[in-house]
């Protein structure tokens, strides 16, 4: 059991809810933001509490440093901007978006990294999340696959670790990524390599399905960085091979996924062995309302930022009709649009509810249509049977 564990009595008191007062004030928060905390920022959760962090050593988490050029950006510039990279934003004391490189101060040998890299310009999810993530604040940050988000949070990760004191022996990481398999943590480790490289930073990766040894020789040795999937990382945890004490910079990467995967019991139970006062950087390209619930239970008065639509993009090249009929009225109005439209192409047809599945299929089939049904509750060559007919155009 962690000493926050043992502080609480019980294991998910931080993980869960963050208070709404008692942030250290030597902790980079202007007075402003301090001020802004309100219950407001909890919707969705349970009652805040207040942040126990009695014993806990304070920490720098703020590193952003607007640049003149930054600064000097007026506030329709900002939009155009924003509106030009499609990126939305929501938040208190949301700090402009940075439109090149060396507007968002990274050290030298960060910079160096990027300039032998080749990039040109920062993606649209780094040019607004950098100086979020530098701010040191917590943050949803929703952009789709390849948009570079692993950089978003891995360079202000590298700043953050080189500001805090060097590890002692016996210290866990610093930062800590969660992904959710291990081809992705593999990924973000190789970045990770690439960008600490000239700091010095050390990492590992943590997952499962290999052996334990050579992991567990890593963490013994002491690193800054560690990427892990959340099962393997929680085994490496119960047998006291790494803690989380020292976490201050937390990752959830491609969090809807880790959801998905139905590992939201080991991410509560791994966030409430770290800090309350964490930072905590939650991306994914997605973001469903339930997830966005569960994800603002581990966030403390996030920025959110989105790019591209952030609602779900209807495709241009399909035409859709909506037609609002009552119930006794959907049958008879389905054969009329079967009867207009059936040319001997096929026709999908979506359903609320099995049972309505199949009564459908049997009532077009006793009129003579060829349906066939597919759902849950059909054994799996019925469904093979079903959709293999489907792809064939098979009349039956
Ligand atoms: P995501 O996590 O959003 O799916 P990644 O972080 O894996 O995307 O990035 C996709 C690729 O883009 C990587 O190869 C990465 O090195 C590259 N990349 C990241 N930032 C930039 C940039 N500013 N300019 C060009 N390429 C970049
Ligand atoms: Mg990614």
């Not at 402003?32 to 407001?40: D, I, P, T």
């Not at 696959?145 to 891995?154: D, M, P």
């Not at 390599?193 to 050390?202: E, H, L, Q, R, V």
Request: proline share 6%; net charge neutral.
């Amino acid at each position: 059991m962690s000493r926050y564990d043992s502080r609480s009595g019980d294991p998910t008191s931080y993980g869960d809810r963050r208070g709404d007062s008692g942030f250290g004030g030597s902790m980079g928060f202007s007075g402003s933001v301090r001020s802004s905390l309100s219950r407001n920022n909890y919707e969705g959760a349970e009652s805040p509490r207040k942040l126990d962090l009695d014993g806990l050593t304070p920490f720098e988490k703020n590193f952003y440093v607007e640049s003149s050029s930054v600064t000097a950006m007026s506030d329709r510039e900002v939009d155009e901007y924003r509106q030009r990279r499609e990126i939305t934003i929501e938040g208190r004391d949301i700090p402009k978006p940075v439109t090149s490189f060396r507007d968002v101060g990274f050290p030298d040998y960060v910079m160096l990294e990027i300039t032998r890299a080749g990039f040109v310009e920062p993606t649209a999810i780094q040019a607004q999340g950098w100086p979020m993530a530098l701010k040191g604040r917590d943050l949803i940050g929703i952009a789709e696959t390849g948009s570079g988000k692993t950089l978003a949070y891995l360079l202000p990760a590298i700043v953050h670790v080189n500001a805090q004191p060097i590890l002692a022996p016996g210290d866990g990481p610093i930062v800590l990524v969660l992904a959710p398999t291990r081809e992705l943590a593999v990924q973000i480790q190789n970045e990770a390599t690439k960008f600490g490289a000239s700091s010095k930073i050390k990492n590992t990766c943590i997952y499962g399905g290999v052996p334990k040894g050579p992991q567990v020789r890593d963490l013994q040795k002491g690193v800054e960085i560690v990427i892990a999937t959340p099962g393997r990382l929680m085994d490496m945890l119960e047998s006291h091979h790494t803690n989380l004490r020292r976490v201050t910079y937390l990752v959830l990467d491609e969090a809807d996924r880790m959801l998905d995967m139905g590992f939201e019991p080991q991410i509560r139970k791994l966030v409430s062995q770290i800090r309350p006062d964490r930072q905590t950087l939650y991306w994914s390209a997605t973001l469903p309302k339930e997830v966005e619930q569960l994800a603002r239970q581990f966030l403390y008065n996030p920025y959110k930022v989105i790019i591209g639509s952030p609602d779900l993009k209807a495709n241009h090249a399909i035409r859709q009709h909506v037609d609002i009929v009552s119930e006794h009225q959907k049958y008879n109005k389905l054969v009329k649009l079967l009867e207009d439209i059936m040319d001997g192409s096929r026709i999908l047809i979506f359903m609320d509810t099995k049972k309505g599945c199949d009564q459908i299929t049997r009532q077009l089939r006793m009129d003579g249509w060829p349906a066939l049904s597919i759902h849950g509750d059909k054994s799996q060559a019925e469904r093979d049977w079903s959709s293999q007919s489907l792809k064939l155009a098979r009349v039956l």
